[in-house]
């Protein structure tokens, strides 16, 4: 009999026992009534959990540690909730939790014993991990100051609502065919991404009318490419064409391989043209054409610093962390400035930062003072800004390179070395291939590799990319530069890159380095031996 496939496992345990029935085994695991079956691992995603990287292990500690996934709907927080995360970090995660991408929150280190008291825990508050992870829909991301912003298009609130209610925990969705990420966001500033989401809607405002742009497709990793409109709907359509994509794409998605099966995959194979066809045959009526919308460049996309809400008397601040790293210490940290001038509410943002929700407008600039003692910036250095980073190998058994700390180092080291740079730009350290942290979509990507000492051996280091950009139809993703650099050369090779930009006195970063890609020289002086131009 010939050996399975990856592909064909993953079906096979799926069909054998769907990933939301694992609880209970989870549970017997935990009071260590039998060993945990290797199967069993796989449906763990279910709950948000994956085996972690076992190098920060000790010799002797043949614990197998798992992270811990939330599913943060909205991406948002509570004092309490806080609280709550930040001590499971604390008891049982050895003080870690990070932000991520899909603006929710990572813990490490936890052992199978905990979970049940970990879940308990996270349901008395409100949070849950339950399709965190698998071949599921994901987070919903969504716009951090969606119904607080005065300049945005439209308030999605309510329709995120209807989405996130459709697809909580939906038994009919368990089992399809690959990961599968949703968004929407009337944001002015287009913070959502939607052009690397497998389904997102973007309110638009067209002649005085405001509806929704549709784009289906998008993706990173293997399924690199970006978004592909659809045509326009409006508001009371959002969760019929919602559940309409989710259904056909559970139906008719490619399984045959792990690599090909996510929704962009389909698409490929049948064309865009056909898709449309069968989507408007189930929902019973057609898309509205109208013309493709202009966007907001990726580096732009942001809401750091103190803006008036629609709440009366109340701002929102936005809020940087370096890297995405906030740690047990960190999350109380935040509630306790929170609690202090009274907010509630903290919204994670897909640049792994945060924006407080509700401040009263009289303690904005005290709240900024008391963040910035726990180094977290309301008015942030471009470099912390958007300096973002995956798990990285300290604990993603799928990294190359650690991420987390090379991500801090690098943006405090350009900070001190470019005082007075303040353009936007967009920084990604990536542990792997798999783009967690958006590598090919920012403006200098760092890729995890395996690179050349001075000895010749193979050990940890990064592949640069350049030029990737977000904004709509003229969208593109960064090329490889065929450098590729030790962590120790980071830094001095980004500031070469920084400094011959401004030498170069060219009106913004991501256009010199498209134009720069296939210039010889340029690429030639990345390598660490040489001196910058």
Same mark, same amino acid.
């Given at each position: ?36 079956? =290797? +199967?069993?691992? #796989? !449906?763990? %995603?279910?709950? *948000? $959990? ?65 979970? =049940? +008291?970990?879940? #308990? !825990?996270? %349901?008395?508050? *409100? $949070? ?66 939607? +052009?690397?989401? #497998? ?43 919602t559940q309409v994509v989710s259904e056909t794409y559970r139906d008719d998605g490619l399984r045959k391989s792990r690599r090909k099966a996510r929704l962009g995959h389909l698409i490929d194979e049948w064309g865009i043209e056909k898709f449309r066809d069968v989507i408007e045959e189930k929902l019973g009526f057609p898309f509205i ?62 640049t792994q930062n945060f924006v407080i929700k509700d401040v009263p407008n009289a303690h904005t600039e005290a709240l900024s003072e008391a963040l910035k003692v726990f180094d977290i910036e309301v008015h942030p250095s471009p470099f912390k800004a958007r300096t973002i980073s995956c798990t990285g190998m300290r604990f993603c058994k ?125 690429i030639h002086s990345l390598s660490p031996t040489k001196e910058a131009l």
């Amino acid at each position: 009999m010939a050996k399975e496939t990856a592909a064909q496992r993953i079906e096979r345990i799926k069909r054998e026992k769907d990933g939301l029935s694992v609880l209970s085994d989870i549970k017997a695991y935990a009071k260590g009534e039998r060993e945990i079956d =290797p +199967e069993d691992i #796989d !449906r763990f %995603k279910w709950y *948000g $959990l994956y085996t972690q990287n076992k190098n920060l292990q000790d010799d002797d500690d043949e614990n197998l540690y798992f992270m811990l996934r939330l599913k943060v709907e909205h991406g948002s927080v509570n004092i309490e909730q806080l609280r709550c995360v930040s001590n499971i970090a604390k008891e049982f995660g050895r003080g870690t939790a990070d932000f991520t991408t899909r603006q929710t929150i990572q813990i490490h280190f936890l052992h199978v014993s905990a979970l =049940p +008291e970990i879940f #308990d !825990r996270l %349901k008395s508050v *409100g $949070l849950s991990s339950i399709y965190a992870a698998g071949d599921v829909p994901r987070n919903v991301a969504t716009c951090p100051v969606s119904g607080i912003d005065h300049e945005e298009i439209v308030d999605t609130t309510d329709l995120a609502v209807q989405i996130n209610d459709y697809l909580r925990a939906n038994k009919t969705l368990v089992n399809l065919p690959r990961k599968y990420k949703i968004g929407i966001s009337g944001c002015a500033k287009h913070c959502m991404g939607h +052009e690397i989401q #497998d389904l997102s809607f973007t309110g638009v405002n067209i002649n005085g009318e405001i509806l929704f742009d549709v784009s289906v497709g998008g993706g990173l990793g293997s399924n690199k490419q970006i978004a592909l409109h659809l045509g326009y709907i409006k508001a009371e359509n959002v969760l019929k064409v919602t559940q309409v994509v989710s259904e056909t794409y559970r139906d008719d998605g490619l399984r045959k391989s792990r690599r090909k099966a996510r929704l962009g995959h389909l698409i490929d194979e049948w064309g865009i043209e056909k898709f449309r066809d069968v989507i408007e045959e189930k929902l019973g009526f057609p898309f509205i054409v109208k013309p493709v919308q202009s966007y907001t460049p990726y580096a732009k996309r942001e809401h750091f610093g103190i803006h008036a809400s629609k709440e009366q008397g109340k701002s929102y601040v936005g809020c940087a962390v370096n890297g995405g790293h906030i740690g047990a210490e960190g999350l109380s940290n935040i509630a306790d400035v929170l609690e202090k001038f009274g907010a509630t509410t903290i919204k994670i943002t897909n640049t792994q930062n945060f924006v407080i929700k509700d401040v009263p407008n009289a303690h904005t600039e005290a709240l900024s003072e008391a963040l910035k003692v726990f180094d977290i910036e309301v008015h942030p250095s471009p470099f912390k800004a958007r300096t973002i980073s995956c798990t990285g190998m300290r604990f993603c058994k799928f990294a190359i390179a650690e991420t987390k700390n090379q991500a801090i180092e690098l943006a405090s080291y350009l900070e001190q070395e470019f005082p007075d740079f303040e353009e936007n730009v967009s920084i990604s350290l990536n542990g792997c291939p798999n783009s967690c942290a958006h590598p090919h979509v920012v403006d200098i990507g760092l890729l995890g590799a395996k690179v050349k000492n001075e000895e010749g051996k193979s050990v940890p280091g990064f592949e640069i990319i350049l030029g990737g950009n977000l904004e709509g139809e003229v969208s593109n993703f960064g090329l490889k530069t065929g450098i590729k650099i030790l962590p120790e050369d980071v830094n001095l090779t980004v500031q070469k890159i920084i400094n011959q930009y401004i030498r170069s006195e060219q009106n913004g970063l991501n256009r010199f380095l498209k134009e720069n890609i296939d210039n010889e020289a340029f690429i030639h002086s990345l390598s660490p031996t040489k001196e910058a131009l």
